[in-house]
């Protein structure tokens, strides 16, 4: 007897809850919005030094007819190998600097920092 209204009821809640997002992305996945974006285009990246915090993730999208990836120079972390109009999205979980590469051109090279997050166990300088 209450099953009907109930799952109207749900269905709705689901539907508002969802629909108006403060930042909506105008992307096509319901995936967390990276915390910096690396476009790939004419064999480079750009920007080739990008720097996020802890626990944020970065986007390569690749804009060149030819295949490229985002690598780590030491393997800890790497993303699909992207064609043209394709992206992938890497999660940074350890605070460090790494040297990265396209696996397919390797002279295409390009580092990310990772530096402590404000929510993270390290705050910063307090000054008051
Ligand atoms: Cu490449």
């Known amino acids: 007897m209450f099953r009907i209204p109930l799952t109207a009821w749900t269905v709705a809640a689901v539907l508002v809850a969802c ?11 319901m995936a967390p919005a ?3 974006t690396v476009t790939i285009q004419g064999f480079a990246f750009a920007p080739a030094d990008v720097t996020v915090k802890v626990g944020e993730s970065i986007r390569w999208t690749n804009q060149d007819s030819a295949p490229h990836t ?4 030491d393997g800890s972390f790497g993303t699909a190998t992207l064609g043209q109009g394709r992206s992938d999205s890497v999660t940074f979980t350890k605070v460090g600097t790494y040297a990265y ?9 390009a580092v990310v920092h990772v530096v402590a997050g ?3 166990s390290t705050p ?3 000054s008051y």
């Open 34 to 36: 990276p915390a910096a």
């Open 118 to 120: 404000a929510s993270e």
């Open 124 to 126: 910063p300088t307090k």
């Open 101 to 109: 590469h396209c696996a397919v051109h390797p002279t295409m090279t």
């Open 70 to 73: 985002a690598t780590a120079d």
């Open 19 to 29: 629909a108006p997002g403060p930042s909506t992305p105008t992307g096509t996945d």
